[in-house]
């Protein structure tokens, strides 16, 4: 069973800086790409960010410039650094992967509540 981890969640200030990170728990290698979604109160889940095994990362439009998705392989381990972050950003973000040999992201984490106020 592929379980993901989330972790850097909380509350930051406008214009203030987080990183998020997701900890899967087989060889990343086996995994065709990972991702972060995001969902706000009320709202649908939406893709913020999706990185391949080998590392071309995709962003949502809302995010680019802002946000950088990586990985590090050797410690089975995805990040996303959110900078110059703004009160929209507010949502419960949650890691995702999709196995090789799959269209769909099937292994989602818990998800990590992102809170951007003054």
């Known amino acids: 069973q592929v379980q993901l981890v989330e972790s850097g969640g909380g509350l930051v200030q406008p214009g203030g800086s987080l990183r998020l990170s997701c900890a899967i728990s087989?060889?990343?290698?086996?995994?065709?790409?990972m991702g972060w979604y995001r969902q706000a109160p009320g709202k649908q889940r939406e893709l913020v960010a999706t990185?391949?095994?080998?590392?071309?990362?995709n962003y949502a439009d809302f995010v680019k410039g802002r946000f950088t998705i990586s990985r590090d392989n050797a410690k089975n381990t995805v990040y996303l650094q959110m900078n110059s972050l703004k009160p929209e950003d507010t949502a419960v973000y949650y890691c995702?992967?999709?196995?090789?040999?799959?269209?769909?992201?099937?292994?989602w984490g818990q998800g990590t509540q992102v809170t951007v106020s003054s």
């Open positions: 087989v060889n990343i290698f086996s995994i065709n790409a």
């Open positions: 995702a992967a999709r196995p090789r040999g799959k269209l769909t992201y099937d292994y």
């Open positions: 990185i391949t095994s080998g590392g071309v990362t």
